[in-house]
């Protein structure tokens, strides 16, 4: 009887599998749900749409289904009647009746369940939480469809739940300010993807960006003006709860930490004027842990931070301290000798667990980089992990709760695929209960080093919806291909939240070219990607905070769409060679090679002339290439394409060819 | 000798104008400044490039050359080794040395102007105030010019001033809330083209946007939720000083005033419960100027919304009070009887007479549309005039102040040469002295009843640069040819700026194609433009505040780029037909037939499908008359041709084809 019974639930989960596949293709939805079931029924849009809601006690509900009926409204152009949820909650002439129970606590591993029922004549969301209920909206929203003559809803029951209670964004603000605007709308864009947490990195070397009446000198000394006032903080923190995310303030200390010792060099290592960092990098300066007068200023500004956030948790950053001016400094050579620290880690030890004190007086859970690990140290700290998921796992195996971000460091400009496939849990079954029990989540990371308001939007977007479908949906929901598939319709379905990921590239090109034809750098663009890594810093260039951020490279991003294409058929032409996907490698060779004629009609300044000759060389190996693939001339000229290959395979002007392998690949099977 | 001289004259201003005109044609300066004169030198831009100023009092333009610096960098890509002014006046390092005699007022007539002279290895600015200094930056940021090698600035030497004090921008955020970044973007525009008055119209009956905590029902009642802060208004007030830009608040009263009795029945003329308006037009809810009560919260609200406003001007609005309210109420009657008052007009004589000691009270002069205008009133109040020059040259010259807004409406969508053209004074010559000494300027309206900000900026801009320029200018700058070709210059820089007016264009076009290809929509966009006036609202569509402004026609502007282009070409070819304009005229004839082609093999939706029709027609006429033209089937099917020309002539979608009269021309032509 078991056992007819496992067959047949395998048979089930079977055939929901294969469903849910079939779904995958058509739907676009992002995260993917926990289970979605169709039922060939289908919801017609139009001006008599309405919502009720069960109660109009939640805020955040009530203010989301108003930004739910415009963005409905926007999305399909129909005019409705009615603006605003139904104060009466007359069942029958709503179109979509929203049930949930308890308005949540914003806080870690609060309930997002829902279940979304949508039928010919009837959508219902119910939910534990209005946090819930404001998930299902933006799932729901994604579903909108259409015919010719009308906009829909497809007939679906959706279940649904996160698998990790911790879904981040962390955005640097320090290294560049990013407007309170910049912040919003990708709080938008992280509820549209139903990540949760916004972990805003507020004080660097480069700057301090938060206003504090406590030691003032902090925003006015150290932020060039750019800073968060109080009620800026505040607004962001009360916008971030309407959309069901919780917001965790970071003052990196004690390392990081120039911006601190600008405005109050008496609590600095070094006995001397600090300016503020200009360029990136690991500095020395580093506040003085002995100093009863740190403990002043930090308990002050802790607990003034502390009152504007409301969330329990709080970061205190702890990486990256390189501990030379503690080396150079006598007093604090004694301090370590009386009482008796070996390393300057046991030294960081110290300090931490007198912040963790001022912290724990605000009611507050501390939060750190993988540095502050120390096995003495309380384990209601939560260790976020940078070095990567072995420091994670041994954490989480001392009983810390723990989140990864290596393998999320969207700065570095990898593929969306890559950080797809960073599960934070690769192999549950080789995990302890307890380790399972305290990995949290993850974060993606958007260090600031070279991003400005402009372009800040496309280093996050849309990459980050991949993460935040691997830290939402079910482990096994993780085919890359299909991923890209939805994930080219998330990407331009976030611009309506006002996201610039997209249409700033062409205000940089405008700006490149001084607003002639740019459709050849747009088409040149779409094969380049800004050098990963840290790499833009090298060679060269050194970027600082006020360099500028308008150049090619910056129009570039990660995942060049026309790269990614000829890759594929690259791939498939040298698998098994045919007509069709040879004609596809010609029609991508013609292209660059009539757009690089296009270019070469543009009149030239110094950034298009930098950008020329390999534009030329791609341009010339494109001709080759074409020629003997279309047989006209057999083995000609390949010994000048490799020479080409070589130039190309360099950066230039901070980006690569990313389809340079692929060209190589080419030449090669032209020569065999 | 006096002849000689004055002949003498006579030849060098000729000079003078002859080259500002050849100057006009290549520097794409916009305004135009009073003189220039080129000296053939060139500075070049590179990394030394540094600024010094001759003390470093003024904040504004200590602000403002550090966002010079970056503005340089941005537009060049040079990376600049100073990033902020230099500290040491070291006059022989330093690029750009920075002149100004004193802080500038900022206020009604302070001085800008300001002198600009580049030579090779030196820039000049001299000012009188901080302010003529910062519009000089402005002035150079618009000279940078490039080569293939280089970026620079021509040699040329400038005295510029203003031709009118008063220079504004009024932007409505009460019947569509535009939040704060909204606000400041375009008060970037407004300086990069030298405006120099904000004018903040901040209640009317669909919102009240001023936190007011004196009576803090009307922003808690009647704004849903959309409204500024104290902080905000200071913040925004801050940032416009910095840019040299005063800022002036209006409170629409005793009409347009809705929002105030949605919060205080209590000061209504009619005793019911109020709601926000929701849809665009003149409503009866009418301020009761009878009540004590009315003064209480008017004075309270009047002297808190002062505080914030460091600038002499309040604006009080009292426009389109059709007091029917009024009419209806037996103590308003009884009131107006016992006063002696036999209009409605005397009636809101007295209440504006009563606002009047409210802000003299708070050291204020009262501003208000023309409807304020009374002989009795204060003679230091301002009249802004939107019912026309004949009412603001009586205003004048009964000895008030006035500006001129009517023929500046750019919510009506005309185009930039409409508004370019209306110049506040035609005939210097035919007014008296007191009326040249009380006309002011004139400010550009952006009333809010049909833009959110996705689309405001492109109601705004580039078509308020033409204002600007009328305003700043000479009188005899008024080519509009000329202006034409700087403006798209102009138009394309200010996109540096953060403005949206080009970019989102692109935005609505993929919202409404569910993102296929959008450059059939784009040429089609290029000829059509909403309808003008109030239209928009008339023939079915009644737009409220949250209808959809996402659609076909909210992509579309003023101006229409290839409708502008055509109307040239078939002007010429009908005056002169030749080999050339005909083939002008058929490129573009050919462009629209095969982008309905491409337009057609995409996916429709409703929206899509509301433009197939009026694109097939459009692409059906122009096979005909290219047919003709190529003179392949001589007057063949033009009977056909004038029917579809008849269905091209009526609006669709809430747009027009503006070509529709030359297609007729055209038609005539070939029928001959």
Redesign the interface.
């Known amino acids: 009887m078991l056992k007819k019974n496992l067959i047949f639930l395998f048979l089930i989960s079977s055939v929901i599998i294969n469903a849910q596949i079939k779904l995958n293709n058509r739907l676009n939805l992002m995260p993917w749900p926990k289970s979605i079931v169709e039922n060939h029924q289908q919801f017609i849009i139009n001006n008599k749409f309405s919502i009720s809601i069960n109660d109009a006690k939640s805020e955040r509900l009530n ?1 989301q289904t ?1 930004r739910f ?2 963005r409905l ?8 009647d009615k ?1 605003f949820a139904l104060k009466n909650n007359n069942k029958s002439i709503t179109s979509l009746i929203i049930n949930y129970k308890i308005i949540g606590k914003l806080k870690l591993g609060v309930d997002e369940s829902y279940e979304l029922k949508i039928l010919d004549n009837k959508i219902n969301i119910k939910a534990n939480t209005d946090i819930g209920a404001i998930r299902a909206l933006e799932t729901l929203l994604q579903l909108i469809s ?6 829909y809803f497809p007939g679906v029951e959706i279940h649904d739940s996160p698998r990790f209670a911790w879904r981040g964004l962390m955005i640097d603000a320090a290294r560049h300010f990013e ?3 910049v912040i919003k709308r990708n709080l938008k864009g992280m509820a549209a993807v139903k990540l949760n947490v916004f972990h805003w990195h507020l004080s660097d070397d480069q700057g301090f960006r938060i206003q504090i009446n406590s030691w003032p000198k902090l925003y006015q000394m150290a932020s ?2 750019q800073y968060y ?1 109080h ?1 800026e903080i505040r607004n962001v923190v009360n916008f971030a709860d309407k959309l069901g995310i919780r917001v965790i303030p970071e003052l990196d200390i004690p390392g990081h930490a120039t911006s601190w010792l600008v405005a109050y060099p008496e609590m600095a290592s070094k006995d001397t004027i600090y300016q503020l960092q ?1 360029n990136a990098g690991i500095f020395d300066p580093t506040i003085d842990p002995t100093k009863p007068i740190t403990y002043k200023i930090l308990g002050d500004v802790i607990t003034e931070v502390s009152s504007l956030f409301p969330d329990k948790y709080f970061h205190i950053g702890g990486d990256e301290n390189k501990g030379k001016q503690w080396d150079a400094n006598q007093n604090i050579q004694n301090f370590k000798k009386n009482h008796d620290f070996k390393t300057n880690h046991d030294l960081q030890n110290y300090f931490n667990s007198k912040i963790l004190a001022i912290l724990k007086k605000n009611g507050k859970i501390m939060m750190g980089w993988d540095e502050i690990l120390q096995p003495t140290l309380s384990k209601d700290v939560v260790i976020q992990s940078w070095h990567g998921k072995k420091h994670m796992l041994k954490a989480a195996a001392l009983g810390y709760k723990t989140l990864l971000s290596r393998g999320y460091y969207i700065d570095l400009l990898k593929s969306a695929g890559y950080h797809y496939k960073n599960d934070p849990i690769d192999n549950p079954d080789s995990l302890t209960k307890v380790q399972l029990k305290n990995i949290l989540g993850g974060e993606a990371t958007m260090w600031g080093e070279l991003v400005t ?1 402009l372009t800040i939007d496309s280093r996050i977007w849309p990459r980050t919806a991949a993460i935040a479908e691997r830290l939402w949906s079910p482990k096994n929901i993780n085919d890359v291909n299909n991923m890209y598939k939805r994930l ?2 998330i990407s ?1 379905r976030l ?2 939240l ?1 996201l ?1 990921h ?3 590239k ?2 940089i090109l ?3 070219t ?2 002639q034809d740019i459709s050849s750098l747009m088409i040149l663009s779409n094969i380049c990607e800004p050098l990963k890594g840290y790499k833009r810093n090298y060679g060269g ?1 050194e ?9 090619f490279a910056d129009a570039c991003t990660a995942d060049a769409s026309d790269a990614m294409e000829f890759k594929k058929i690259v791939k498939q032409f040298l698998l098994k060679p045919n007509l069709k996907n040879k004609k596809d490698i010609i029609k991508y060779l013609a292209k660059w090679i009539s757009n690089y004629e296009k270019f070469e009609t543009l009149d ?4 298009l ?1 930098s950008i020329e000759l390999p534009y030329k060389n791609l341009s010339d190996l494109s001709k080759i290439l074409k020629r003997n693939l279309l047989k006209k001339s057999n083995h000609k000229h390949l010994k000048k394409a490799s020479k080409l290959l070589v130039m190309i395979k360099s950066p230039f002007v901070d980006v690569e060819f990313v389809i340079h392998d692929d060209l190589e690949r080419l030449l090669s099977y032209l020569k065999r």
Chains 1, 2 share one sequence.
């Open positions: 203010s108003t009926l415009r409204s926007n999305r399909t152009g129909v005019f409705l603006g259409s015919k010719k003559d009308f906009y407007p309170v605007n060039d003006g006032t009620e200009r308001p080219k319709v331009f611009e309506a006002g610039t997209i249409r700033n062409e205000v405008r700006n490149i001084n607003n260039t970027y600082n905070t006020f360099s500028p951020f308008t150049l030239k300044n110094p950034i002339k």
